[in-house]
């Protein structure tokens, strides 16, 4: 199974950036599915945006425009970029990953342990 390992969170001040990364210990080849969630306090985790197989990417709209996701294949990474953040993106950050189980067929869930960005106004 998938280890997944994100890092880059920290606290900063709105208008700043941060660069968040997921480390999988498979090689993104073997995952069907990347993604990036977020829990806010008091609130249920959301999805934030996804990267396919083949690179394709997709937002949800209160991040679309605003976040971007990217991978780098030979350092098996996924990266979240957020290049202006506002007080409303303070939250947990996880990484997820589905990947396809060649044994059982069936379509396995993985998660990172989060990491923590808070914006102060």
């Known amino acids: 199974q998938v280890q997944l390992v994100e890092s880059g969170g920290g606290t900063v001040q709105a208008g700043t950036s941060l660069s968040l990364s997921c480390a999988a210990s498979?090689?993104?080849?073997?995952?069907?599915?990347m993604a990036w969630y977020r829990q806010a306090p008091r609130k249920a985790r959301e999805l934030v945006g996804t990267?396919?197989?083949?690179?394709?990417?997709g937002y949800v709209a209160s991040v679309m425009g605003r976040f971007i996701i990217s991978r780098d294949i030979p350092a098996n990474t996924v990266s979240l970029l957020m290049p202006s953040l506002k007080p409303e993106d303070t939250a947990v950050y996880y990484c997820?990953?589905?990947?396809?189980?060649?044994?059982?067929?069936?379509?396995?869930?993985?998660w990172g342990r989060g990491t923590q960005v808070t914006v102060s106004s």
């Open positions: 498979l090689s993104l080849a073997t995952i069907d599915m």
């Open positions: 997820n990953a589905k990947i396809r189980s060649q044994t059982t067929q069936t379509l396995d869930n993985f």
């Open positions: 990267i396919s197989k083949d690179g394709s990417t």
